[in-house]
Every structure is written in C-alpha cells, then in structure tokens.
C-alpha cells in the first residue's frame, strides 16, 4: 500500500509539472510565433522531394473556366446541400464525454475505390477557418484523404456547409477523394439552418477569399468562446487516423503540402520495404518562405534552402521539434537513385520533443487525448512509438527512418 501511494503521489507531480510546461510552452510558441518573418505572412510547410508549383499557377486545369461561379457548376452537377442529412442526436463520445464524433459525415464519392487502389491514406484535421488549405492538399495527394474538422455551433456548422458544397462542385479531387469526419464540442451542439442562394456569388477561383467572406457569418460570442476553449488536436488526429481505410498512414495537419508524386512513390516502395522492426518513414518537412515558387525538385529546395528562403520545419519556432531528423545529413545525402523512393537515414538521436511527420503502419499508439491546445500533442505520441519496445518484445520496437522520394 505504501508503495501504491508513493506511485500515486510521483504520478500526480508528473501531471501537475506537464500541464506547467503546456502552458509555458503555449505561451513560448506564441511569442515566438509572432517575431518570425516566415510565421508573419502565410506559410507553406513542405515536405521532401517538393514536386509541388503554386496552385495558382494551375489553376485553369484544377477549376475549369476561371470565371465558373459555384452556381455554374450546381447547374453541371446534382446540387445537394453537404451534410444535411446528418443528426446531431447521435454520434460517439470521447472517453471524457468533452467532443462528440461523427464518423464519416460525408464520404468523398471514390474514396472507397481510391482507398482499394493505394497503399497509403492522408489523414488531416482542421479547424473551420483553416479549411481553405484542403484545396491545396487533395490536388497534391492523388489518393484517399480522412479529413477531421472540428466545428464549435451552428454558426461554424453552417460556415462547414457551404464551404464544403463549394468545395465538392468546385473541385472534383476533393469530391472524389476526400473523407470528412466532425468533432462537435459538449453544448455547442449544431441546428441546420439554410441561407437561400449564398453560393451564387462564390467563384472557384478563390477558395481562401471565399472562405473568409463565409467566416463572418460568426458572432462575437462564437470568437470569444473559440479564445477561451483549446483546440483539441489529438482528437482530430485520432478521428482522421481511424477514417482511414489503407494499412499505412500518413498523418499531417491541414497546413503540410506533400509533393505532387508522393502518392506514387509510396505505392511503389512500401510493399517492398524490408522492415525487421516495426518502422516509421519520417517526412522531412520544410518552411517555404511566400515569396519563393514551391519548389519542384530536392535540388531546387536545396538552392531555397542556401537563399535562406526555405528552412526545417519549426527551426525558429523550436528547433527541438524537428531535429532528431537531421536535416543536415538529409540535405548532403544525394543519391541518383532520384526516380525511386529510399531510405536517406535512420534517427538516431531520438529526443522527447520529437515531432515528426512519418508514414506508418495504422497500428501505432493513438495520440493522447489528455493534451488538448498547444504542447505534448504529437511528442507524447511519438515517445509512446519510439519506446514501443519496452511493453512487448525488443523485436517489435518502432524505428524512425528518414524518407527519400
């Protein structure tokens, strides 16, 4: 008994010392945050081998006309209104009663096939405001993606609707290929409402802008709420990861573009990985300053990279967040194995602040859902992974291998 209560007493100051550092680290980030030149315009973070030119530049091929109006295309497409057919009376609990889920809310027209013809799925997640970079995702990824989005009442549920149905008849690699699933926070519980011709005006040229008009639809009240109450990321990653229906995940959050062939690549090299652990393909991932075209090459990247134009993912922000990858040794690995994925390296020099994007197999730990906000979101996840080998055989420990595609 006595040890029992020591047990306690050592879990308890672990709990208390953690949710210190959650919020000097919330505290840390925003700081810093706001000193950065990359963090202060809009940001694209990149991930290996960028195959990726700005959207823009495509965007006759990806739309259609330039001048399409959503109502043009309602008039080419079966209009239907996305989620109007979902209850909010049902839907499944987290452990804590705090969100309830709605799996699969809306299925992307192809995605079953889609799911049967890859190896790998994209699970994202997103809070409503930031959903204008689905765009850029699914005409990347060119395969299934499990999408999660966390919404907060009816204003943020209409918002969803229509940005979605705009989404859907505007471009058919969301329609076909993406998965949504909602998280809804306790008591904030949607009501359908329904704003006649509000999608008449929205052309599809602009996502972004046609986002931001649809979020002043929310009140003050639904701000200030949104201020108060965390962003409960390793719900959504949890929803997503499960949305998935591939033995192998790749999970990123809305804001991390892959290139444009990674889909591809994957399906090539993962059934032919030879594994004798369980292994985790990490992604390098890149900040790409806005005033440089997205690279479309490991060598053009390499040259953003000696401009200062392009840097490792959270090097100013927090350098600890990325650098068990070793971008150094990433960047001097060249190899003319360029046409096949491979492996650059293995990590190493694990630390406990470790963050990295990987493709996996979906029998990884699920994140912890007692870190909501900022701070031990994904770390904690990947800590439980990398030290996998301490609950079972030494033989089934995760190891973490740096990815070349």
Not at 112 to 121: A, Q
Not at 140 to 167: C, H, M, N, R
Not at 296 to 311: D, F, I, Q, T, V
Not at 314 to 341: D, G, M, P
Request: charged share 20%.
């Amino acid at each position: 008994m006595k040890i029992s209560a020591h047990f306690k007493c050592i879990g308890l100051f672990v709990l208390i010392l953690l949710t210190a550092l959650n919020i000097l680290w919330t505290f840390y980030l925003i700081e810093t945050e706001s000193r950065s030149r990359y963090n202060n315009k809009p940001t694209t973070h990149h991930r290996i081998a960028p195959q990726l030119a700005a959207l823009e530049e495509h965007n006759e091929g990806i739309t259609g006309p330039l001048n399409d109006t959503v109502f043009e295309k309602n008039s080419q497409h079966k209009f239907r209104l996305a989620f109007d057919n979902i209850s909010f009376e049902t839907g499944r609990w987290d452990n804590q009663r705090i969100y309830k889920m709605y799996d699969f809310a809306l299925v992307g027209d192809k995605f079953v096939k889609t799911s049967l013809e890859n190896i790998v799925c994209l699970a994202t997640q997103s809070s409503v405001e930031r959903l204008y970079s689905l765009t850029q995702v699914a005409y990347q990824w060119k395969g299934p993606i499990s999408t999660a989005v966390f919404i907060a009442g009816d204003e943020e549920f209409l918002i969803f609707q229509y940005f979605v149905t705009y989404l859907r008849l505007c471009f058919t690699f969301i329609r076909d290929n993406v998965t949504f699933h909602i998280a809804v926070p306790n008591k904030k519980k949607p009501i359908h409402r329904y704003i006649p011709n509000l999608l008449k005006s929205f052309d599809c040229k602009y996502p972004e802008q046609t986002l931001r008009r649809l979020l002043k639809i929310r009140n003050p009240d639904t701000l200030r709420w949104r201020l108060k109450n965390e962003y409960p990321q390793n719900h959504l990653r949890n929803l997503a990861r499960k949305g998935c229906q591939n033995k192998y995940v790749f999970l990123t959050d809305i804001d991390i573009i892959p290139s444009s062939n990674m889909v591809s690549q994957l399906n090539n090299f993962l059934p032919s990985v030879k594994c004798s652990y369980k292994c985790a393909y990490v992604i390098p991932t890149f900040e790409i300053d806005n005033r440089a075209k997205f690279p479309a090459s490991k060598p053009e990247l390499m040259r953003l990279y000696r401009k200062g134009l392009a840097r490792p993912f959270h090097e100013k922000v927090f350098i600890y967040n990325q650098y068990a990858t070793n971008f150094s040794l990433w960047l001097t690995n060249s190899s003319n194995e360029i046409e096949r994925a491979h492996i650059s390296h293995v990590v190493t020099n694990f630390e406990f602040l470790y963050e990295p994007f990987y493709v996996a197999f979906d029998d990884v730990p699920a994140h912890d859902e007692r870190f909501i906000g900022y701070g031990f979101t994904r770390n904690s996840q990947v800590t439980l992974n990398f030290h996998y080998s301490y609950c079972a055989l030494n033989k089934n420990s995760t190891r973490f291998r740096v990815f070349e595609l």
